[in-house]
C-alpha cells in the first residue's frame, strides 16, 4: 500500500511554525469515568482518490476503474465512466468485504465487475470480490494470510469456465507470494507457492494465459539472481522460469508489472529502476528494446509496463521524464521507434508529483487511456489522442470539509470549534474549519497552494474581535508550496488575508533559527500570551 507523506521533500525536514497562548485557565474535574462524544467526523473522498490500477475498457466504451482511497469508507471505490458521466459502483467499507484495491477490475459477458483489494477481509490480507452490474458484492474469497496468500497487488482474470486466476505479494508455504485460482463458486485453490530461487519471490503483477491455458508472470524478486523472473506456470502445475533478471544495471530487473504477449509467443514487459522495454521470445531470447534514461528529459521508471496493439506497437507510461519530471505516455512502435506522445505538466510537491502509476489502455482508434493517483486534486482519469492530445475526462475531488485535522481545537464562549485540516478542500491543500456546538462543520476556508498558503498543521487562535489567526506550513510564495509557510487571518465576515508570508530561514552552526510572530499578530490578540517558535531541524 502506498502512504502519502507531508513531510517536505527528501533531505529536509519542513520548517514548523508553532502558536502557543494561554487564552483562559479552566480546572476540570477528574471523572472517574470518561466518555466520549463525536462532534464532526471529518468527510472523506465520497467519490473515490487516489486511482492506482490501470482502467478496464468493456465494447460500449465505458471505463471501469478503482480507487485506494476514497469512498464512504475512505478505504476506496469501484467506479464507471461512461457517457453519462462518472458513478461510484461500489464503495468499500474496510472490514469483510475488502479495503485499498490496488489493482483494476475485468468484467464478463454479462457485465459482472471481478478485482481483488490489497487488504481487508477476514484477516485483513485482501479479498477476491464480484459485483454484479449494479453494484452489489459477492465476496468470493477472504485470504487468510496464511499458505492460501495475502495481499494480492494484482487483479484477476477470467477463464470461459469462471475461474479466476491471480497472483498475492505475500503469504503461501515461504510467505513470498502465491499463484492462486477461485472458482465461480469461491473455492480457492494455490496452484504454485513462490520459493525464491530459481522461480521468483514477491510477484506485484498478476498473470496472463494463452489458449492451452498456460499462466505466464513476473516476479519482483527472487529467481537465479534475486532480482526477478518471468516464469510459465503450466496446467499441469509445472512451473518453468523463461527468464531470470541478471543485475539491476544494464536496463533494470525487479519487474513490477506483468507481461503482455503477442500471436507468435513473444513476452513484452518492462523493468525498474530507470527501466526497460524488453521482448522475450518463445525460446527463451531476451533482448532490450528501448532502455530509458538518457539524457535531458528522457522518461524514466515505467514501471507498470505496456499494451500491445494489433499492430505490434507497445503503449505506457512513465513515472518521471517530461518537461515537468512527473512522467510521460509513450509509444514503441513495431520498429523499435520510441516516441513521447505526452508530457504530463504534474504539480510536484512534497516528492508527490502528479505523475501516471498505472499501465495505459488502448482502444481501436489508437486513443489511449489511463489514470494518475496525485494529477488534478486526488487523481484523474486521462484519455491521450493518437495524435497526442490530453482530455481529462475526470478528476477526483478532495474532501470538501477537509481531511486529516493534525492540529487541535480553539473554542469560543458560544461553545463553536475552530481548527485546521492539512488536506482536503477544493484544492487539496487543506482547509480552517468551524463546527458549531450541534455538530454542523463549516469550511471558512479552503486554500489554493499557493499565495495564500497550504497545509495548515497548527490550531487556530481567536483575536477579541472574532476574528480567527492561524499559520500554514507550505506556500506564500510565487512558486506556491515552494514558500516557508503564511500567517493568516479570516474576519467575522469569512474574508481571509495573509498577514504576512514567513522568510527562507538562516541556517546556522546549529541548524536552527526562531523568528518571532510580527507584532501586528500580538497586537491584534490584545496582550494574548504567544510565542511563536519557527525551527529547521537537521
Known amino acids: 500500500m ?99 484495491p490496488d489493482s483494476g477490475v475485468t468484467l464478463d459477458s454479462a457485465g459482472n465487475i471481478y478485482g481483488t483489494t490489497y487488504l481487508g ?140 504477449r503477442d500471436s507468435a509467443g513473444n513476452l513484452y514487459g518492462t523493468t525498474s529502476p530507470a527501466g526497460a522495454v524488453y521482448k522475450l521470445g518463445p525460446k527463451g531470447s531476451y533482448k532490450l528494446l528501448h532502455e530509458f534514461g538518457g539524457a535531458g528529459v528522457d522518461p524514466t521508471q515505467p514501471r507498470w509496463g505496456v499494451v500491445l496493439d494489433p499492430a505490434g506497437n507497445l503503449y505506457g507510461a512513465t513515472e518521471t521524464g517530461g518537461n515537468a519530471d512527473v512522467g510521460v505516455v509513450y509509444k514503441l512502435d513495431a520498429a523499435g521507434g520510441f516516441k513521447v506522445l505526452y508530457q504530463f505538466p504534474g504539480r510536484a510537491f512534497d516528492g508527490y508529483p502528479g505523475f501516471p502509476n498505472a499501465s495505459v489502455i488502448v482502444d481501436p482508434g489508437g486513443n489511449i487511456y489511463g489514470t494518475t493517483p496525485y494529477g488534478g486534486t486526488e487523481g484523474m482519469i486521462y484519455k491521450v489522442g493518437s495524435a497526442g492530445g490530453e482530455t481529462t475526462l475526470y478528476n477526483f475531488e478532495g474532501a470538501p470539509g477537509g481531511t486529516k485535522p493534525v492540529a487541535g481545537v480553539t473554542l469560543d464562549s458560544a461553545g463553536n470549534l475552530y481548527g485546521a485540516t492539512q488536506l482536503g478542500g477544493a484544492a487539496n491543500w487543506g482547509v480552517v474549519y468551524k463546527v458549531d456546538s450541534v455538530g454542523h462543520e463549516t469550511a471558512l476556508y479552503s486554500f489554493s497552494g499557493k499565495t495564500d498558503g497550504a497545509f495548515p498543521e497548527s490550531s487556530p487562535v481567536l483575536g477579541p474581535a472574532g ?47 526562531w523568528s518571532l510572530i510580527p507584532q501586528a499578530i500580538f497586537t491584534a490578540l490584545q496582550g494574548a500570551a504567544w510565542l511563536a517558535a519557527w525551527r529547521v531541524r537537521a
Open 2 to 100: 502506498r502512504i502519502r507523506r507531508n513531510n517536505g521533500p527528501s533531505g529536509q525536514r519542513a520548517a514548523r511554525v508553532l502558536l502557543v497562548f494561554a487564552l483562559a485557565a479552566m480546572e476540570v474535574a477528574q471523572a472517574q469515568t470518561a466518555t466520549e462524544t463525536v462532534i464532526y467526523s471529518f468527510s472523506d473522498f465520497p467519490n473515490g482518490a487516489n486511482p492506482f490500477a490501470p482502467l478496464f475498457r468493456d465494447p460500449a466504451g465505458n471505463l471501469y476503474g478503482t480507487t485506494n482511497q476514497g469512498g464512504a469508507a475512505n478505504v476506496g471505490v469501484v467506479f464507471r465512466l461512461s457517457a453519462s458521466g462518472y458513478k461510484v459502483l461500489y464503495s468499500f467499507k474496510g472490514g469483510t468485504d475488502g479495503a485499498n
Open 121 to 260: 477481509g477476514a484477516a485483513n490480507a485482501g479479498v477476491v470480490y464480484k459485483l454484479t452490474p449494479s453494484g452489489k458484492e459477492t465476496l468470493l474469497y477472504s485470504f487468510t494470510g496464511g499458505v492460501d496468500g495475502a495481499n494480492p497487488y494484482a487483479g484477476v482474470i477470467l477463464d470461459t469456465a469462471g475461474n479466476l486466476y491471480g497472483t498475492t505479494y505475500q503469504g503461501g508455504s515461504a510467505n513470498l507470494g502465491v499463484v492462486y485460482k477461485v472458482s465461480a463458486a469461491g473455492r480457492e485453490t494455490v496452484l504454485h507457492n513462490f520459493a525464491g530461487t530459481p522461480d521468483g519471490a514477491n510477484p506485484y503483477a498478476g498473470v496472463i494465459s494463452d489458449a492451452s491455458g498456460n499462466l505466464y508472470g513476473t516476479t519482483h524478486g527472487g529467481g537465479g539472481n534475486d532480482t526477478g523472473a518471468v516464469y510459465k506456470l503450466m496446467p499441469s502445475g509445472q512451473m518453468t522460469v523463461l527468464h531470470s533478471f541478471p543485475t539491476e544495471n544494464g536496463g533494470g530487473a525487479a519487474p513490477y508489472s506483468g507481461v503482455v
Open 467 to 513: 476574528n480567527v489567526y492561524g499559520t500554514a506550513l507550505k506556500g506564500g510564495s510565487a512558486s506556491g508550496v515552494a514558500g516557508f509557510g503564511v500567517v493568516y487571518k479570516i474576519d467575522t465576515a469569512g474574508r481571509y488575508t495573509v498577514c504576512t508570508r514567513l522568510p527562507a530561514p538562516r541556517t546556522g552552526a546549529t541548524r536552527a533559527t
